[in-house]
């Protein structure tokens, strides 16, 4: 059974950092693409980031380009997010997602988010 | 960027009713197209991909179309259990934007 779990949100000041971590179980890891996609909730769903299976290749929305870095440990079959000088606009329930199939970008299961709310 | 657009943006219909929503992307994504359902307190789920492709397990009740720039969801036959908003996707390429979305409920 496919499993994402993320962890790492919480409450941080404007211009703070954190990391989002997501643990991933039930599938081969490495030869998937994996995302972030984020909700304010009550509102639409905004896709972050994209990292390759194996290459690594790395894609941003331009709202977050240059702030956020997206990682993988594929020994750890762990998925990373990490946020920096951080904004209020940023305060979201941020989920990890799995591509549909290798070699797809597609995705194919969410996980069920960890909030992040940007305050002072 | 491409943008992508969703109309309506909410509807009301009753059970039984045949529901069509419609997503259109500024520029041409080919069949790079995913839907998804998100009810009311619940993560997201696929429903369709590469346009018109039903993901295993979802209800064939649902339906998609299209190609290019202008896509289909439709419903053929509106159960209660499908309340939820309605996402497109479009991941030709990055960045992979969804749609608003589409609220849909009972009338």
């Known amino acids: 059974e496919v499993q994402l779990l993320e962890s790492g949100g919480g409450l941080v000041q404007p211009g703070g950092s954190l990391r989002l971590s997501c643990a991933a179980s039930g599938f081969t890891f490495s030869t998937y693409a994996m995302s972030w996609v984020r909700q304010v909730p009550g509102k639409g769903l905004d896709w972050v980031s994209i990292?390759?299976?194996?290459?690594?290749?790395?894609y941003y929305a331009d709202s977050v380009k240059g702030r956020f870095t997206i990682s993988r440990d594929n020994s750890k079959n762990t998925l990373y997010l990490q946020m920096s000088s951080l904004r209020a606009e940023d305060t979201a329930v941020y989920y990890c997602?799995?591509?549909?199939?290798?070699?797809?970008?597609?995705?194919?299961?969410w996980g069920q988010g960890t909030l992040v709310t940007v305050s002072s | 960027d491409i943008q992508m657009t969703q109309s309506p943006s909410s509807l009301s219909a009753s059970v039984g009713d045949r529901v069509t929503i419609t997503c259109r992307a500024s520029q041409g994504i080919s069949n790079y197209l995913a839907w998804y359902q998100q009810r009311p307190g619940r993560v997201p789920k696929l429903l369709i991909y590469a346009a018109s492709t039903l993901q295993s397990g979802v209800s064939t009740r649902f339906s998609g179309s299209g190609s290019g720039t202008d896509f289909t969801l439709t419903i053929s036959s509106l159960q209660p259990e499908d309340v939820a908003t309605y996402y497109c996707?479009?991941?030709?390429?990055?960045?992979?934007?969804f749609g608003p979305g589409t609220k849909v409920d009972i009338k």
């Open positions: 990292i390759s299976g194996s290459s690594g290749n790395t």
């Open positions: 996707q479009k991941y030709n390429s990055a960045p992979h934007t």
């Open positions: 997602a799995k591509g549909r199939e290798t070699g797809t970008t597609n995705i194919g299961y």
